[in-house]
C-alpha cells in the first residue's frame, strides 16, 4: 500500500508513525526471529517479477471511503425511488384501469364501515376513521411498491390509539380526544419517515415471524373480548381497557345485564360468518364462478351493515331521542376537523413513553403483509420506501383529522383477490370514502353500535394464528414456538405494549445467546462418488459397477472426490460412514455463527480444549524443576516420566479454520486468536503452529487476519523460515467454452494416445512469458524449498508442472498470502507439506 504513495509521503508516514510509536510493518508477536520480517513484503510473497504473479493489494481507508460515498448515479437514484409511480404510470394503460376500479370499489366498500368500527376502538367518533381512511388510501400510492396494501386505521393500531389516548386523558381530562390520537400519529409519522429517509428499513427483520404472529394473535384476543360487551350490550360499566382475561371474567359476571343490543350484534357476526362459510363452499362446488362468489364474500359487510341499518331506520324512526338500542347517532358531514393539528409539548410528553410501541404496530403489521403479499404476486416491496410512505400518511392526514393508519391485513387480502394492477386503486378507493363522507351521513345515523362490534369481532377473527401454523412453528424451531406463546401470554395477561416488548425482546436475547453461544465444529475428511441408481457415474457420463470388488482404474479413481464434514456427524449425515481425521496433528476447525467479539472466546476455548486433549507437549521435559510448572498443568504423577501418559498422541502441526460462515471481523476476535496463537505455540515450543484460513469472503476480513501475523508461514526462532513449501491454487483465464478451447480440447485428445510418460514429466516449454503460464494442473507444490529465498522461491514456482502446459492460467488468490486457501483442500494440502514431521501426502 505505502509503495504506491510519493516517497516524501512515505517517509514522512513512517517517520510519524515511529515518533509515535506505531508499527507500520507487523512483526512477529513472539520476537521468535532476530530480523523483522515485513508482514505481506516479505521476501518468499515479493521476490518474483514474473507476469503470471499477483500480489493480492490489501483495502485501504480511501477505499473504505469510497465505498460508502454515493456516486452521482446512486444519489440521484435516491431521489428517484422516493416516487416509485414514476417508473410505471407512464405505462398505465385501460386494462390496468379496469382492474384498479374494481378493486378500488370493493376496498371503498369494506373500509367504510370498518374505518367507522375502528373509530369506536381507538375512543374516538366515528367520523375520525373516515378521514383517516381517505387520507390513507389517497397518499400512499405516490410513495408505494406494493400494490396491494391498502392504508388506513386498523384494529390494533385503533385499540393501543384508544388506549394513549385514555391514558393522557387521565391526566388532562378536557383535552379533546381527537387532537390527542392526532397528535400522536403527527409524531409517529414523524419518526417513521426519517427512518426511511435514512433507509434502515432493515431493522424490521429483527423482529422474526413467531413475535410478529404472537403479537397479532395476542391483540386479536384482546380486541375481542373488548368488543363483546357492546355487542351483548351489556349495561354494567366495567374497563375494557385491562388485561383480556381480566374483561373476559368481567364480561361472564355481567353477561346477566345484557340488553336487545345483543339481537343486533350476535346475529350481524354469526350473519358475517354464514355468508363467507356459504361463499366458499359455494367457490369449491362452482369454481367456474368463484370469482363471483368471491365478490360476494367480499361485501358481505357492507350488506350486514345495511341490512341492520335499515332494521334499525325502521324501530327507532319515530324514537331518535330514545332508541331501542345505541346507535351511531349524528355523523358530521365533510371534513369538520380539516386543521393544522395541535402540537402541545405537555400532551407529547405524557405519551411520549409509549411511542416506541406504538411505532412498533405501525411497521411491523404493513411490513409483514406487504412482503407476504409481494411474494404471493411476485414482487418485491422495499421495507425503507414503505416507511416513507406510511410516514407522509400519518403526517398529512392528521391535516384533516385523521389518526395513526397503517396496513391492513384483510382489506390487503380482498384488494390483492380482486385484482387490483396498480398502487393508482387507492385513489379508486379514496373516491368511494369521500362520497361516503359526504352523501351516506344521513343513514350512518341509525347503524347500531352493537353491530359495529359484531363486524370487529369478525374482522380481527383473521387475525389469530391458526392451530396448525403452531405447529408448523413446533416443527421447524420449538424455541420459536415457546416464544410466540410467551408473547401470547403476556398479552392475555397483561397488555398489548408489554406483549410487543416481550416478544421483540425475547427474540433479540435468543438471537444473541444463539451468536454468543455458537458451536464450531471439527471437520473430518470423506471420499465420496456420484452413484445413479445402482450405478458409480463417472467423470464423463458413463456409469460404472458398484459394490464391486474390481480393483479402480487411475482414470476412475481421478473421479472420486474429498469432502469434508463433522467428525462427530452433527449435520445428520449417516453415522455408519466412517468421516476421517484429517491427519495426526492437524485441525480443520469450521466456526457456525460468524467470527465476532459475543462468541470469539466460546469458539477458541472448545478449539483449544481440543487440541491439548488430542495431542502432546512437544517438549514434555520442558519444565526442569517441578516448581517451574503452573498450577494448570500438574503434569504426569510422582514417580512416572512426564510423557507417559500421551505419548501416543501426535504432536500439533497445524490448524485450519473455515471462514465460510464468517464475513467480518473485529479487533477482539482477532486478538483472540493472537492469543491461541500464542498459546498454542509455546505449546508447540520450540516448533511452532502453522495457520491456514480457507474460504475467507471478506477482503477487510482478509487484511485484518494479515495485521494480526496471518496468512504466511510463523518465522521459527532458529531458522526462520525453515522447510517452507508454497502450494497455490491457479484457474484457466481463457474461457473453456471459446472455440479455441474446444479445439485444443480435440487436438489433446488425439494426441493422448501417442504420448509417452516421459514426455509428461519433462513437460513443454512455456509459449509465453507476457501474460501468464500454462498448466493442466490446478495445484502445485515445489519439491525442494528447504530455506525460502529470492531466486530459490522464483525457481520453484517457476519449474512448476502447473505452469508448462497449454492453457494459460493466473493465480487465484495473491502470493503475499500463501496460507488463505481457495477452499479446505487446498489448505490442507498446504498443512501437510508444511508440517515438520514424515505426514503422508493427501491422495
Known amino acids: 500500500m505505502f509503495g504506491q504513495l510519493p516517497r516524501t509521503r512515505s517517509e514522512l508516514g513512517h517517520a510519524l508513525a515511529k515518533g509515535l510509536g506505531i508499527k507500520v510493518a507487523y512483526r512477529d508477536p513472539l520476537g521468535a526471529t532476530g530480523e523483522p520480517v515485513t508482514r505481506g513484503e516479505s521476501t518468499f510473497s515479493m521476490g518474483t517479477v514474473d507476469t503470471y504473479s499477483y500480489n493480492e493489494p490489501e483495502p485501504t481507508s480511501v477505499d473504505w471511503i469510497r465505498e460508502i460515498t454515493p456516486s452521482g448515479a446512486q444519489v440521484s437514484r435516491y431521489f428517484l425511488n422516493l416516487f416509485p409511480f414514476l417508473t410505471w404510470i407512464g405505462n398505465y394503460n385501460l386494462q390496468w384501469l379496469f382492474g384498479d376500479l374494481v378493486a378500488g370499489i370493493t376496498v371503498g366498500a369494506v373500509v367504510v364501515p370498518q374505518g367507522m368500527a375502528y373509530a369506536n376502538l381507538a375512543g374516538l367518533e366515528v367520523q375520525y376513521g373516515l378521514y383517516s381512511s381517505f387520507m390513507g388510501v389517497l397518499i400512499y400510492w405516490f410513495f408505494a411498491t406494493s400494490k396491494d396494501i391498502t392504508i388506513g386505521p386498523v384494529a390494533v393500531m385503533s385499540t393501543l390509539t384508544g388506549t394513549i389516548v385514555a391514558d393522557v386523558q387521565d391526566q388532562y381530562p378536557d383535552y379533546p ?66 388485561a383480556t382475561y381480566e374483561i373476559i371474567i368481567n364480561t361472564l359476571k355481567y353477561l346477566p345485564t345484557s340488553t336487545l343490543d345483543a339481537a343486533m350484534g350476535v346475529t350481524a357476526c354469526a350473519m358475517l360468518y354464514m355468508i363467507r362459510s356459504g361463499c366458499t363452499f359455494a ?40 332508541p331501542a338500542f345505541k346507535i351511531l347517532g349524528t355523523v358530521p358531514r365533510g371534513f369538520q376537523q380539516a386543521a393544522v393539528p395541535t402540537m402541545e409539548p405537555k400532551i407529547i410528553s405524557a405519551f411520549v413513553g409509549q411511542l416506541p410501541a406504538a411505532v412498533i404496530v405501525l411497521l411491523i403489521e404493513h411490513i409483514a403483509i406487504s412482503k407476504s403479499f409481494g411474494r404471493v404476486n411476485n414482487y418485491t416491496i422495499d421495507p425503507s420506501q414503505e416507511f416513507v410512505a406510511i410516514g407522509v400518511s400519518n403526517l398529512l392526514g ?56 359484531g363486524i370487529i369481532i369478525h374482522a380481527v377473527g383473521d387475525l389469530i394464528t391458526p392451530p396448525n401454523t403452531v405447529y408448523q412453528f413446533w416443527r421447524v424451531s420449538p424455541l420459536d414456538a415457546i416464544i410466540f406463546f410467551i408473547g401470547v401470554f403476556v398479552t392475555v395477561f397483561s397488555s398489548i405494549e408489554n406483549g410487543i416488548y416481550c416478544t421483540v425482546c425475547v427474540s433479540v436475547a435468543v438471537l444473541l445467546f444463539r451468536v454468543a453461544k455458537a458451536r464450531g465444529q471439527f471437520l473430518g475428511r470423506v471420499t465420496i462418488h456420484s452413484v445413479v441408481g445402482d450405478h458409480l457415474l463417472d467423470g464423463d457420463g458413463k456409469y460404472g459397477s458398484f459394490g464391486t470388488n474390481k480393483t479402480p482404474s487411475d482414470d476412475e479413481e481421478r473421479h472420486h472426490r474429498t469432502i469434508f464434514l463433522p467428525i462427530n456427524h452433527t449435520d445428520g449425515s449417516n453415522p455408519d460412514i466412517e468421516v476421517e481425521q484429517p491427519l495426526p496433528g492437524i485441525f480443520i476447525y469450521r466456526f457456525s455463527e ?28 520442558a519444565y526442569n524443576r517441578p516448581g517451574d510448572r503452573p498450577w494448570n498443568d500438574a503434569g504426569a504423577r510422582r514417580g512416572k516420566k512426564g510423557g507417559d501418559n500421551d505419548s501416543h498422541l501426535p504432536l500439533l502441526q497445524a490448524i485450519i479454520l473455515d471462514f465460510s460462515s464468517v464475513n467480518n471481523v473485529d479487533v477482539t476476535s482477532i486478538q483472540n486468536l493472537i492469543d491461541v496463537r500464542n498459546q ?77 510418460s516421459a514426455d509428461i514429466e519433462s513437460g513443454l516449454k512455456s509459449e509465453s512469458n507476457t ?33 508448462q502446459s497449454r492453457r494459460k492460467v493466473a493465480l487465484v488468490q495473491g502470493m503475499n498470502r500463501p496460507f488463505f486457501h481457495i477452499d479446505l483442500t487446498s489448505a490442507l494440502q498446504s498443512a ?12
Open 832 to 843: 501437510v507439506a508444511n508440517s515438520s514431521e514424515e505426514i503422508p501426502h493427501i491422495a
Open 771 to 803: 501474460t501468464a503460464r500454462e498448466t493442466e494442473g490446478v495445484e502445485t507444490a515445489s519439491e525442494n524449498s528447504e530455506v525460502i529465498r529470492e531466486d530459490k522461491f522464483q525457481r520453484d514456482i517457476t519449474d512448476s508442472k502447473a505452469y
Open 177 to 242: 380526544a381527537h387532537l390527542i390520537a392526532s397528535a400522536l400519529a403527527v409524531i409517529c409519522g414523524g419518526i417513521v419517515f426519517v427512518m426511511g429517509l435514512l433507509r434502515i428499513g432493515f431493522i424490521v427483520d429483527f423482529i422474526p415471524l413467531p413475535a410478529i404472529s404472537a403479537f397479532m394473535t395476542g391483540s386479536a384476543l384482546s380486541i375481542c373480548s373488548g368488543q363483546v360487551p357492546t355487542m351483548l350490550g351489556e349495561t354494567a360499566k366495567f374497563s375494557t381497557r385491562g
Open 283 to 322: 367457490a369449491k362446488k362452482q369454481p367456474a364462478k368463484a370469482k363471483v362468489w368471491f365478490f360476494i364474500s367480499t361485501l358481505r359487510t357492507v350488506f350486514v351493515i345495511l341490512f341492520y341499518t335499515m332494521i334499525s331506520a325502521a324501530v327507532n324512526l319515530h324514537r331518535r331521542d330514545n
Open 398 to 453: 392528521p391535516f384533516l383529522g385523521g389518526y395513526p393508519a397503517t396496513g391492513s391485513f384483510s382489506r390487503t387480502a380482498i384488494k390483492s383477490k380482486a385484482g387490483v394492477r396498480t398502487p393508482l386503486a387507492g385513489v379508486i378507493t379514496a373516491v368511494v370514502v369521500l362520497l361516503a363522507i359526504y352523501a351516506l351521513p344521513a343513514v350512518f345515523f341509525y347503524i347500531p353500535k352493537a353491530s359495529l362490534a
Open 680 to 756: 498454542l505455540d509455546l505449546y508447540a515450543s520450540p516448533r511452532t503452529v502453522q495457520w491456514h484460513f480457507a474460504h475467507i469472503n471478506n477482503r477487510w476480513t482478509k487484511r485484518g487476519l494479515a495485521a494480526a501475523g496471518f496468512g504466511y508461514p510463523t518465522p521459527v526462532a532458529s531458522d526462520g523460515f525453515h522447510r517452507w513449501k508454497p502450494i497455490f491454487s491457479v484457474a484457466e483465464i481463457e474461457g473453456a467454452a471459446s472455440a479455441a478451447a474446444h479445439a485444443e480440447i480435440i487436438a489433446n485428445q488425439r494426441e493422448q494416445s501417442h504420448r509417452k
Open 594 to 621: 460468524g467470527f465476532n467479539y459475543p462468541n470469539a472466546n466460546h469458539y477458541t476455548d472448545a478449539l483449544v480444549e481440543a487440541i491439548f486433549k488430542q495431542t502432546r507437549r512437544t517438549n514434555p521435559n
